[in-house]
């Protein structure tokens, strides 16, 4: 984004900041009545939940979030889960009308980008420190994005997909809860073929929705432009309180609600609700429209009653502009993103570094990277720790792990998942690999299932996806060297221990992230939080950084008091700071002053006589003073090192 269209949006993104303030604080400010997640299981439903409940004083209290899996587990499609949404609201309120409702599909199994599986894309990183000082995540993009569309709209239902940011001035959403209305953005025609594109009518109204097609095809129905842009599909959408009603009607009676919402039929928001409100369809086409499952009798029935119930209505289309289109949609794409593209987005306050301690050129999320350790180029650490004497290679994606004195390879993901029984299972994998298909780092996996005299699958497509490639561990480093050996086991080096790998339990990309444990990832998302912020204290007193420019902390928390002891307890945390004592006081008088001291020792007796000296001055202004803690590492560093008695008092 540059010039105008990036001013324009930067300040719309700060009018919905404020608008999402307002929906915290203001009772009476318009906002949604409900917020609903669906999911693909209840084990994703769950950490749904988790997430909500972890940030939930970051959310209107007075908006109900709810997140519905997909029913018994299976997959029922984009539409089968909208019509979920409907059942659920039913089953609340008497009638839609009034009712204001954001629903974010966010059930895929995020097959392309595993490592956003367990908890699926919608809670996955984006390179954005929030005003507030946290952390942002695509839900928290989403959640003030659209704090501003209750006010455009009366009532209806807003429906968004989970793996894609919109960036766009919600005042000029114009809709008057007739129908339907899809919100589009122009994007570059190489951008539409992979994603869905809408032919403009003379009336304003959807002429037809075109589902990845070629360029080729785009151009000849006249769907591109002379700037070679398209109106491409967003996912986001926008249903009027008698839409809802309608689709309601598929489902009310129980047997309905069989026939529409299985895995057999499995309904798609997009081809299956979509195709009938286009000027230009007709019902022999909608029979030959790509399903999300397979082609079968009951898809073909349910098509013609979805037909005769949306067919009276129309799809008004919302050309937004200047607007932005962000698709999270493969690991190749973050990487580009993280490593260049997020420069774009600069304006918005985005950074290829945010709440990490990394020094150099190394795109973090909630990242720690060592400054004794070697780190390639195209590199991105996700919420992950990087110790000393670790090498890791070119463009490389670590997430959710811990690396301390290996080498990881070039062009590979590395990612770690707690599972439910304490396990630890090590993912690795290329960056290029898709895992809908059958290879990893470029080779067959049936000609490695037939070299190694294994079965990778047990009645599953032969797919990276499914296949059983990945050893239990029982700590995370284990799980970093089984993943290693998978590597050199894939790719036929000397080092390979073969037999280790055939012993060991093992599990799939999906099987893996079905036995997630959701408490897990978000309490190692909060230890990286404690360690961050500690290392960057660590960094900031070896290179003497001035206490003024340190984020202002009033006490540690356990995590961060584990860190301490532990170093307090290693000699060569003293002798890397031999220069002087150095005391930081992070934080203001008003905000419950505490004075973290660090001695440096040099010599013993200065130490001592320094800290005597900010205690003194501390008592003297009547400034609160610093916790036993800090009090007890003055005491025992003084002890340990030269014996000095510690006096307390001035």
């Keep these: 984004m540059k010039n105008i269209p990036s001013l324009f949006l930067s300040q719309a993104y700060r009018d919905c900041w404020d608008d999402y303030n307002r929906s915290l604080k203001l009772k009476k400010f318009p906002r949604w009545d409900y917020v609903i997640l669906t999911a693909s299981n209840e084990q994703q439903a769950e950490g749904f939940r988790k997430h909500l409940e972890e940030r939930k004083s970051f959310l209107p209290k007075h908006t109900k979030f709810v997140a519905i899996p997909d ?18 609201l039913r089953s609340k309120e008497e009638s839609f009308e009034k009712l204001r409702v954001l629903v974010i599909h966010s059930g895929g199994d995020s097959k392309r980008v595993p490592q956003y599986s367990a908890l699926g894309k919608l809670f996955s990183p984006v390179p954005h420190k929030l005003p507030n000082g946290r952390n942002s995540t695509l839900f928290d993009e989403f959640m003030i994005c659209m704090s501003s569309v ?23 959403i114009d809709y008057n809860n ?84 299985n895995a057999k039929t499995r309904l798609s928001l997009y081809a299956d609700f979509l195709y009938p409100l286009a000027e230009d369809s007709t019902l022999e086409e909608f029979y030959k429209e790509k399903p999300e499952g397979e082609f079968c009798p009951e898809l073909t029935a349910a098509r013609e009653r979805v037909w005769n119930v949306l067919r009276p209505y129309r799809m008004k ?115 290029g690999d898709n895992p809908k298909e059958n290879k990893l780092f470029g080779k067959d996996l049936n000609e490695l299932e037939q070299k190694l005299g294994v079965r990778l699958w047990e009645n599953s497509a032969h797919s990276l996806w499914e296949a059983n490639l990945y050893a239990e561990a029982d700590n995370i480093q284990d799980g970093v060297d089984a993943a290693l050996n998978l590597y050199r086991i894939v790719n036929d ?32 998302n909060k230890r990286m939080e404690d360690l961050v912020a500690m290392d960057e204290i660590t960094k900031a007193i070896r290179h003497k950084v001035p206490a003024q420019k340190l984020q202002k902390r009033t006490t540690l928390t356990k995590i961060q008091r584990e860190w301490l002891k532990k170093r307090l307890d290693k000699s060569d945390f003293v002798e890397r700071f031999p220069e002087l004592s150095l005391f930081y006081r992070l934080s203001s008088p008003l905000d419950s002053e505490m004075i973290c001291i660090f001695p440096y020792f040099c010599p013993c007796e200065e130490s001592a006589r320094e800290i005597r000296e900010i205690l003194c001055q501390s008592m003297q202004e009547k400034l609160p003073v610093a916790s036993s803690l800090y009090l007890s590492i003055a005491r025992y560093f003084i002890k340990k090192s030269c014996g000095i008695p510690f006096s307390f008092s001035c």
Aim: charged letters at 25%.
């Design 71 to 88: 029913r018994d587990g299976l997959r029922v499609g984009s539409g089968g889960a909208t019509l979920e949404v409907l059942k659920y």
């Design 150 to 172: 209750p006010s455009r709209i009366r009532e209806g239902m807003v429906l968004l997909s989970g793996d894609v940011l919109l960036l766009f001035n919600p005042l000029q």
């Design 178 to 261: 007739v129908g339907a209305a899809a919100i589009s953005f122009k994007e570059h025609v190489e951008t539409g073929k992979n994603h869905g594109v809408y032919l403009n009518g003379e009336n304003g109204n959807v002429k037809c929705c075109l589902q990845k097609k070629s360029v080729e095809v785009l151009r000849s129905v006249g769907a591109v432009n002379d700037s070679d842009c398209v109106d491409i599909d967003t996912g986001a959408l926008i249903f009027s309180t008698e839409m809802m009603e309608s689709l309601y009607s598929l489902i009310a009676a129980p047997e309905d609600y069989d026939r529409h919402v």
């Design 317 to 431: 289309l919302l050309r937004l502009a200047p607007a932005k289109f962000i698709h999270f949609g493969t690991t190749r794409e973050i990487l580009g993103l993280m490593n260049g593209g997020v420069d774009e987005y600069k304006d918005l306050g985005w950074s290829r570094i945010v709440g990490s301690s990394i020094k150099g050129d190394t795109a973090g999320y909630n990242s720690v990277l060592s400054s004794r350790s070697t780190i390639g180029e195209g590199c991105y650490l996700e919420i992950s720790y990087v110790h000393r004497n670790s090498k890791i290679g070119d463009h490389c994606v670590l997430s959710y792990i811990e690396v301390s004195d290996r080498e990881i390879p070039d062009n590979v993901v590395l990612h770690g998942l707690k599972q439910r029984d304490g396990s630890f299972v090590v993912r690795i994998f290329g960056i």
């Design 493 to 524: 080096e000397s080092a390979a221990d073969i037999e280790q790998w055939r012993n060991a339990e093992k599990k799939s990309l999906c099987s893996g992230f079905n036995a997630a444990d959701p408490d897990a990832i978000i309490a190692w």
